[in-house]
T-cell receptor, first 110, second 113 residues
Framework: RKEVEQDPGPFNVPEGATVAFNCTYSNSASQSFFWYRQDCRKEPKLLMSVYSSGNEDGRFTAQLNRASQYISLLIRDSKLSDSATYLCVVNKGRDDKIIFGKGTRLHILP | DVKVTQSSRYLVKRTGEKVFLECVQDMDHENMFWYRQDPGLGLRLIYFSYDVKMKEKGDIPEGYSVSREKKERFSLILESASTNQTSMYLC????????????FGPGTRLLVL
């Protein structure tokens, strides 16, 4: 099993729809979980951290499922500006550095 | 706001040249990282540093070296550039623990001819 695995997409979604991505990780000792966003030809930027209890930031909701070792990102009422690549980020193990998934490409269609 | 800057946005070099990529962060972060990003391969860690003068190999250190003489500055060196080192190079920093959020610079697109 790969350390961090994501569906590469692309997900082509009409504006206003809801879209969800999952990401699986292999190390049960992982403690830190994030979603990053990367626009075309730009650097990755933190979208949100993922907490055990789940967290929400406006239209974005992140969830952690430790039993099945995956995290998810839900985007509601999608906007054209949400078009980007979304990177799943997990630390390798307790007190270890983070590793990046290869990303899921999202295209929001007008 | 954390600011991470990289010395060049675009760079063109010839095979065999020595190449220096500079990265500076202004938030007193302990950890600094160098990645390369290629289509289909994602972000791959080259080297990282958790303190001044300390360095650790990442997943793909071959053909690269690094230097961290000051806390705010982390340099990536290509001793003898090769065409397979054509890539986007991204520098990042994080505050203290290795598992914390990383903040990225804008990247350097390097073309080796």
């Amino acid at each position: 099993r790969k350390e961090v695995e994501q569906d590469p997409g692309p997900f082509n979604v009409p504006e206003g729809a809801t879209v969800a991505f999952n990401c699986t990780y292999s190390n049960s000792a992982s403690q830190s979980f994030f979603w990053y966003r990367q626009d075309c030809r730009k650097e990755p930027k933190l979208l949100m951290s993922v907490y055990s209890s789940g967290n929400e930031d406006g239209r974005f909701t992140a969830q952690l499922n430790r039993a099945s070792q995956y995290i998810s990102l839900l985007i509601r009422d999608s906007k054209l500006s949400d078009s980007a690549t979304y990177l799943c980020v997990v630390n390798k193990g307790r007190d270890d550095k983070i590793i990046f998934g290869k990303g899921t490409r999202l295209h929001i269609l007008p | 706001d954390v600011k991470v800057t990289q010395s060049s946005r675009y760079l063109v070099k010839r095979t065999g040249e020595k190449v220096f990529l500079e990265c500076v962060q202004d938030m007193d972060h302990e950890n600094m990282f160098w990645y390369r990003q290629d289509p289909g391969l994602g972000l791959r860690l080259i080297y990282f540093s958790y303190d001044v003068k300390m360095k650790e190999k990442g997943d793909i250190p071959e053909g690269y070296s690094v230097s961290r003489e000051k806390k705010e500055r982390f340099s990536l060196i290509l001793e003898s550039a090769s065409t397979n080192q054509t890539s986007m190079y991204l520098c990042a920093s994080s505050l203290s623990a290795l598992g914390e959020t990383q903040y990225f610079g804008p990247g350097t697109r390097l073309l080796v001819l």
